[in-house]
């Protein structure tokens, strides 16, 4: 997630794949103000509610509800302004549908359950560099993803009608510029290549590629990834894994009474106090119960780990609450 500008409690919000519609369906609230692009349909007389023409519109909504559907996130509220005026009633109720690529305008009592989890979603979307590699039997085309998506460069087979291509010296060329890519890599086309190029680079590498299917290997393939939520995807599965790296840690210091992990709201207010927290594990469901905690613990420079409880790290983490790794052990242990 990126944030186009802030005015005092007002941030823009660029939605850059289905992991920041998540985000944003944890952070808005009920209450909350939110403004963007939308449709409406506009209804003329004699003809029933589903018919008329829908409108582009400018909308604000005082947030009542909000549901995620993949791959959209739905804000419905009642209007409390909007333009043009002949096609918005104030006062009524409106979804604004939010997507992949767009962006919105959020007003909020901003807590610190709110700010954190913001800050996480444009920190991950800020480290999360991906490598897109679309595949066909004459051309290889790099896309780059970080905070937007730039293609790279080519490579080209050297690929005759009357010869056989020389797939094996265009795949190597490929593998050379996938060797030392330190994030993920989606390898995709629209035929069989790409899957033959993963087998390749599979007796080569140990790195994992994550191999998808698109219509072509031209900048609209990559952008069909995005729509799709494939993109998505592939990076919440990779925030997913350091979670559950992270979790792994705690259990083990735990089972070896290793006295460098410590879980329960009292054992971690203590080890806060000191200066002992490494690492700080909390449930989203209770950040609101720590936040004195949490400030104590950022104080020492402790790395935070905010789990979701609705996914299989978070779930597993839920009968914890809160848990820290140390730096070194507490006195009485």
């Known amino acids: 997630m990126r944030i186009l500008w802030k005015k005092e409690d007002a941030l823009k919000l660029g939605v850059d794949c289905e992991d920041d519609l998540f985000a944003l369906s944890r952070i808005v609230q009920k209450g909350d103000v939110v403004s963007g692009i939308s449709y409406r349909r506009f209804k003329t007389e004699g003809l029933r509610a589903t018919s008329g023409e829908k409108k582009r519109i400018f909308v604000k909504l005082k947030i009542e509800d909000v549901k995620f559907s ?161 993109i998505g995807k592939i990076i919440n599965e990779q925030k997913l894994q350091k979670e559950f790296e992270v979790l792994e840690s705690f259990k083990k210091e735990i089972s070896t009474n290793s006295g460098l992990a410590v879980y329960g709201l009292g054992d971690v207010k203590k080890a806060a106090e000191i200066g002992a927290i490494d690492t700080l594990l909390i449930s989203e469901t209770f950040f609101r119960n720590a936040e004195n905690i949490i400030t104590l613990a950022k104080k020492h420079k402790a790395r935070l780990v905010l789990f979701d409880p609705h996914d299989d790290a978070g779930k597993e983490f839920e009968s914890f609450k809160i848990a820290a790794l140390l730096r070194f052990k507490l006195h009485y242990q």
Not at 81 to 91: D, F, L, R
Not at 160 to 183: Q, R, V
Not at 191 to 218: I, M, P, Q
């Open 70 to 230: 993949p791959p959209n996130l739905y804000l419905l509220g009642k209007i409390i302004e909007g333009t043009p005026e002949q096609y918005v009633e104030k006062g009524s109720f409106h979804s604004l549908e939010v997507s992949i690529g767009s962006s919105v305008t959020l007003t909020k009592k901003w807590d610190a359950l709110s700010r954190e989890l913001l800050d996480e979603a444009v920190k991950y979307s800020r480290q999360a560099k991906v490598l897109i590699v679309l595949i066909d039997e004459r051309t290889a085309n790099f896309f780059e993803l970080k905070n937007s998506l730039i293609k790279k460069f080519s490579i080209h087979n050297a690929f005759s009608k009357k010869e056989n291509s020389d797939m094996g010296n265009f795949y190597s060329k490929i593998f050379e510029h996938l060797e030392n890519f330190k994030g993920p890599i989606i390898i995709g086309g629209p035929g069989f290549v790409a899957e033959n190029f993963a087998k390749f680079f599979g007796d080569r590498s140990t790195k994992k590629l994550n191999l998808v299917h698109c219509s072509n290997t031209e900048y609209s393939g990559a952008l069909e990834l995005l729509r799709k939520g494939v």
